[in-house]
DNA sequence: CATATATCAGGTGCACTGAAATGA
DNA sequence: CTCATTTCAGTGAACCTGATATAT
């Protein structure tokens, strides 16, 4: 049946010779030989050291996301900027509290149509963003430090297509 | 929702049929440029896959994790387990909880190191493996049906070379 | 004494849902 | 009336910390 392996590392509880890590154990294969299971690793390191940057100026990822998108494509809706960053309606007004409290954009009636929010970047902002971007930077370089830049791009890349599947 | 795709596959119709500006930017340039976004985008559709399967079966990601890990490595602790699979000791309470209520694992106290808990796997525990297996295997391919096979084979290298920076 | 294990009691960020109020 | 936008209230899975009781 099931063995009772009774300790599964050593025998018979002699464990106080902990001379040597006996490094840590190997994953399951059913796990590391799936891809859900290693994005989900990488993306975990990822947003960790993201959010260690970036929590020491106050900010999560996602306000670093709006930031830029305001930079690249100008001012928009609330609605608009969650469609196109994949934010839920309902956490972009939390994200948008923090950003324009802290003065990073500011919340205006749209007057060609009340209902919605142009969203606007302020020049603190915008210095900002630029001071995130090296944050991000650093983040980012730090996950890769493993690859060699050729094997960087091919992981880009095989993102972008997996994300992306019909973009040429 | 739409909030994992790609953001605009279809739009609200007719909403944006007056825009000024018809160049449709989709993803801002500095989070699609970086990997720790791109590992963010894919691993949380991934995760909505997996769990879609998985929740019909009243089971999570970590449940199955933990499953794998003791038909690949046998009985252990819950504190090894969780090392194993990097699951918090806290966490790794409610997930046995889980598991132990539907009968697909047993806690016992291990007679050698009675602080212990040695989790084991029961057969109905096995056999639930068995049909978990077949579903991370369809969410897994699910996701990457826009890669060719030897771009997944080339994904998954250049991950577990990110995840496992000192291969051995 | 110190260490390890299992458990409980929280807190936080994030994805997500439902409903209300307002306006097009 | 129908639909879109903003906001609020709240749920749930994951990640994380601290404290406690018990055993080594």
Do not use: C
Request: aromatic share 4%; glycine share 8%; net charge negative.
């Amino acid at each position: 049946m099931f063995d009772l392996d009774t300790g599964a590392l050593a025998g018979p509880a002699s464990q106080a010779d902990a001379d040597a890590h006996p490094q840590h154990a190997p994953t399951p294969h059913r796990l590391s030989g799936t891809v859900v299971w290693l994005l989900g690793r990488a993306s975990l390191r990822g947003t960790q050291l993201t959010r260690a940057k970036l929590n020491e100026h106050g900010v999560g990822k996602w306000h670093y996301a709006v930031l830029a998108a305001l930079t690249e494509f100008g001012a928009a809706a609330q609605a608009e900027l969650g469609r196109r960053l994949g934010i839920d309606r309902s956490d972009m007004v939390a994200i948008l509290n923090v950003l324009e409290g802290q003065g990073f954009v500011s919340r205006a009636p749209d007057p060609d149509d009340r209902r919605r929010n142009s969203v606007v970047l302020t020049e603190a902002g915008a210095a900002a963003l630029t001071r995130f971007d090296r944050l991000i930077a650093e983040a980012d370089d730090a996950l890769l430090s493993g690859l060699s830049p050729a094997e960087r791009q091919q992981l880009v890349g095989l993102l972008e297509h997996l994300i992306f599947p019909a973009t040429e």
